[in-house]
T-cell receptor, first 116, second 114 residues
Framework: DTGVSQDPRHKITKRGQNVTFRCDPISEHNRLYWYRQTLGQGPEFLTYFQNEAQLEKSRLLSDRFSAERPKGSFSTLEIQRTEQGDSAMYLC??????????????FGSGTQLSVL | GENVEQHPSTLSVQEGDSAVIKCTYSDSASNYFPWYKQELGKGPQLIIDIRSNVGEKKDQRIAVTLNKTAKHFSLHITETQPEDSAVYFCAAVFSGTSYGKLTFGQGTILTVHP
């Protein structure tokens, strides 16, 4: 499978616990994004990496959230001290670094987080 | 701020009919407008997109039209089939970004009845 891979698919945690999600983008894609989607809504932008550099973070990304892409390949998204409001689908996407195609996002199937 | 409004929120059609979903956007300098299809338990999948220098684009049964003056764009699906049933999202890349920072609409649940 050469698509965007996310792990785990589902995560159930108790309020206050830390969780970490992993994303493996399409191998030749330099650009990687995290989005969050709540039930009945469209995805919302969280953050963007070009190679290993995190170039933009949304105001939605509070201090409890941190994302990394240490070697410019896979990325992790960590949420510390989870709250019930963090319950959502966390989507990872990647895109190529070529003009006229760098906005074409390929999404993974997401990690569904439930905070009890 | 950046905003995309999508209508209708639900759409029910008979197999073989056409379906139209409309979106309006707030930033007149927006230049890229993709449409995504999301099936249950999956991530959004890009089905068609259009840039601001084009008024219409077709791909088999799917077409997208863009009216820059009115700041709206529409998805047209002809000869609908049950497998077209899904949630459809429009999106826009707003001016000042050169990457995939998309603002999505609220989604349309399309149901195609056999």
């Amino acid at each position: 499978d050469t698509g965007v891979s996310q792990d785990p698919r589902h995560k159930i945690t108790k309020r206050g616990q830390n969780v970490t999600f992993r994303c493996d983008p399409i191998s030749e894609h330099n650009r990687l994004y995290w989005y969050r989607q709540t039930l009945g809504q469209g995805p919302e932008f969280l953050t963007y990496f070009q190679n290993e550099a995190q170039l933009e973070k949304s105001r939605l990304l509070s201090d409890r959230f941190s994302a990394e892409r240490p070697k410019g390949s896979f990325s992790t998204l960590e949420i510390q001290r989870t709250e019930q409001g963090d319950s959502a689908m966390y989507l990872c996407a990647s895109s190529p670094d070529r003009i006229a195609t760098n906005e074409k996002l390929f999404f993974g199937s997401g990690t569904q987080l439930s905070v009890l | 701020g950046e905003n995309v409004e999508q209508h209708p929120s639900t759409l029910s059609v008979q197999e073989g009919d056409s379906a139209v979903i409309k979106c309006t956007y707030s930033d007149s300098a927006s230049n890229y407008f993709p449409w995504y299809k999301q099936e249950l338990g999956k991530g959004p999948q890009l089905i068609i997109d259009i840039r601001s220098n084009v008024g219409e684009k077709k791909d088999q049964r799917i077409a997208v039209t863009l009216n820059k003056t009115a700041k709206h764009f529409s998805l047209h699906i002809t000869e609908t089939q049950p497998e077209d049933s899904a949630v459809y999202f429009c999106a826009a890349v707003f001016s000042g970004t050169s990457y995939g920072k998309l603002t999505f609409g609220q989604g349309t649940i399309l149901t195609v009845h056999p």
